[in-house]
């Protein structure tokens, strides 16, 4: 009878515990997310400002060989 108490309690610590770490990974995925955002946009702005050096410096080209 001991063992079968002992086997509840550690079943309904697990199940009223269950909410709690769900809680916890879903705040954990929403910063995860947040800091992936964030990382995406700053690799955007990186290829952007390559990519209008790359224009900058074909038309600084055409400009250098038509004078």
């Known amino acids: 009878m001991n063992m079968i ?3 509840l309690v550690a079943a309904s610590v697990a199940v009223m515990s ?6 916890d990974l ?8 947040g800091a992936l955002k964030t990382g ?4 955007g702005v990186v290829v952007v400002g390559i990519a209008i050096a790359i ?6 080209k055409r400009v250098i060989n038509k004078a």
Do not use: H, Y
Request: aromatic share 4%; glycine share 4%.
């Open 26 to 33: 879903l705040s954990t995925a929403s910063t995860e997310i």
């Open 5 to 7: 108490k002992k086997a």
């Open 40 to 43: 995406i946009v700053a690799f």
């Open 18 to 23: 269950a909410p709690v770490l769900a809680e």
């Open 55 to 60: 224009v900058s410096i074909g038309l600084v």
